[in-house]
């Protein structure tokens, strides 16, 4: 089946800094979905990118889908404590069912006050 | 709205047990899925449902089974509990394929 590749597994960055993760793939999407996991939560919908090359932004975060339509990346600028979590990429399955999207194994954020 | 709920939050059970997790919903949505969350496998898709009355298996549907009487709600059945589902379970729903709504999920124990 297809595979999300997230980088990096886990970041521990200080307060105030800029993060970048990123979202590969073999195969195309179409689609990309971000979202973000709070500790004892469930993951929530941050951004959804579904055009080549768009650029969207949320507040403080910008994710753009890449032009190959393989990759895609999550950009967090100014970093606070409660962007703690962890961040997954999804995208649905190409060919047989729609309703199945494929999820990254994620990319734990740790943010130092 | 609620959104999605789940009922229970924690359960522990003893190997052979059955029990249902219950998932609701009042966004109107047609779509609604159940995923288990395990330390570094990410989000798994165990069973899903395109609206009422209708279910289909994901990518790890042994052991579970599922029901959809009514819209708003979808039910995981686990008819004779095993240790490896032990597990955090989450329900979504979306409007359509895309972005999924999920649940606060229910941390289930196998002993």
């Known amino acids: 089946g297809q595979q999300l590749n997230q980088s990096p597994q886990s970041m521990f960055i200080q307060e105030g800094e800029d993060v970048s993760m990123n979202c590969t793939s073999s195969?195309?999407?179409?689609?990309w979905l971000w979202y973000k996991q709070d500790p004892g939560e469930g993951p929530v919908l941050l951004i959804a990118?579904?055009?080549?090359?768009e650029l969207t932004s949320n507040g403080r975060l910008t994710a753009q889908f890449g032009i190959t339509r393989k990759d895609s990346f999550l950009n967090i600028s100014a970093s606070i404590p409660s962007d703690v979590g962890i961040y997954f990429c999804?995208?649905?399955?190409?060919?047989?069912?729609?309703?199945?999207?494929?999820f990254g194994k994620g990319t734990l954020l740790t943010v130092n006050p | 709205n609620a959104g999605v709920t789940q009922t229970p939050k924690f359960r522990v059970l003893k190997t052979g047990q059955s029990m249902t997790l219950l998932c609701a919903q009042d966004m109107n949505h047609e779509y609604m899925y159940w995923y288990r969350q395990d330390p570094g496998m990410g989000l798994r898709l165990i069973h899903y449902?395109?609206?009422?009355?209708?279910?289909a298996k994901g990518e790890v549907p042994d052991g579970y089974n599922v029901s959809r009487l009514k819209k708003q709600n979808f039910l995981l059945g686990l008819e004779s509990a095993a240790p490896s589902q032990t597990s955090v379970y989450f329900c979504?729903?979306?409007?359509?394929?895309?972005?999924?709504?999920f649940g606060p999920g229910t941390r289930l124990l196998v002993l």
């Open positions: 979504a729903s979306s409007y359509s394929n895309q972005g999924r709504h």
């Open positions: 999804a995208g649905p399955n190409s060919g047989g069912s729609n309703y199945k999207l494929t």
């Open positions: 449902s395109v609206g009422e009355g209708t279910t």
């Open positions: 195969s195309i999407f179409n689609t």
């Open positions: 990118l579904y055009k080549a090359g």
